[in-house]
Nanobody, 121 residues
Framework: VQLQASGGGLVQAGDSLRLSCAASGRTFSSYAMGWFRQAPGKDREFVASVSWTGGSTSHADSVKGRFTISRDNAKNTVYLQMNSLKPDNTAVYYC???????????????WGQGTQVTVSS
C-alpha cells in the first residue's frame, strides 16, 4: 500500500488542522493505521492509531482531548483532526499502515512521506 499525507501548514496556537492520508490499493481496509510525528532533533513518536474497522482508537496522552484519529475505508483515507494546537506540536507528521494497531513505530510496514505542521505562538 502507498500512502500520501496532506493537510499540514503554518497555523497559530489555538488553531485547528485536519491531516489526511490517502492510501492506494484495495487492501487499505485490512490495515491498522497510525499517525506519528518527528520534531527536529527528536525521535519519531506515536500520536494516534486506529484499527482496521475504525472501531478502536488510541491517542498519546499529550494529545488526548485535542486530536482525533478516524478513517473512512470507502475513501481509503485516514484523518487526524488536530484542535487547540500548541507550538510544541510543530513537527513532520507521518501516517503509517501495519498489521496491528500499536504505538510501536517499528511495527508499521508502510509509511507516507510526511506533512509539515508548524504552530506559531
Amino acid at each position: 500500500v502507498q500512502l500520501q499525507a496532506s493537510g499540514g501548514g503554518l497555523v497559530q496556537a489555538g488553531d485547528s488542522l485536519r491531516l489526511s492520508c490517502a492510501a492506494s490499493g484495495r487492501t487499505f481496509s485490512s490495515y491498522a493505521m497510525g499517525w506519528f510525528r518527528q520534531a527536529p532533533g527528536k525521535d519519531r513518536e506515536f500520536v494516534a492509531s486506529v484499527s482496521w474497522t475504525g472501531g478502536s482508537t488510541s491517542h498519546a496522552d499529550s494529545v488526548k482531548g485535542r486530536f482525533t484519529i478516524s478513517r473512512d475505508n470507502a475513501k481509503n483515507t485516514v484523518y487526524l483532526q488536530m484542535n487547540s494546537l500548541k507550538p510544541d506540536n510543530t513537527a513532520v507528521y507521518y501516517c503509517a499502515a501495519g498489521a496491528i494497531r500499536t504505538e510501536v513505530v517499528n511495527m508499521y510496514n508502510y509509511w507516507g512521506q510526511g506533512t509539515q505542521v508548524t504552530v506559531s505562538s
